[in-house]
């Protein structure tokens, strides 16, 4: 059965980093490009960041840029979220995604099949 897992959420003060891992099993990982969402407490969930499975382009919401950086290990199946400087706004549960041959529009959540389950990440002051 395919699935993805999140990992590496957790509790961090304001500027510190933490990075979070998404493992890809039961499905041909290099076939499927990556989206990172988020949802904050009362928020619908939006666009973090993305890789596509063509040539591991990427793409970040305005909100991130600089900040965070995605990253994927083919030979693991599995996708990393960096997040540096992380800011209060940054809470949320942090979900990953996997879109089938597909590498455009990465930033619109109907473009994914696949979600994890989520993982928490809790910025403090």
């Known amino acids: 059965q395919a699935q993805l897992v999140e990992s590496g959420g957790g509790l961090v003060q304001t500027g510190g980093s933490l990075t979070l891992s998404c493992a890809a099993s039961?499905?041909?990982?290099?076939?499927?490009?990556v989206g990172w969402f988020r949802q904050a407490p009362g928020k619908g969930r939006e666009f973090v960041a993305s890789?596509?499975?063509?040539?591991?382009?990427?793409m970040y919401a305005d909100s991130v840029k600089g900040r965070f950086i995605v990253y994927r290990d083919h030979t693991i199946g599995t996708a990393y979220l960096q997040m540096n400087d992380l800011k209060l706004e940054d809470t949320g549960v942090y979900y990953c995604?996997?879109?089938?041959?597909?590498?455009?529009?990465?930033?619109?959540?109907?473009?994914?099949?696949?979600w994890g389950q989520g993982t928490q990440v809790t910025i403090s002051p």
């Open positions: 995604a996997g879109a089938y041959l597909i590498s455009t529009w990465l930033d619109d959540s109907d473009r994914y099949y696949y």
């Open positions: 039961g499905l041909t990982f290099d076939r499927y490009s």
């Open positions: 890789i596509s499975y063509s040539d591991s382009s990427t």
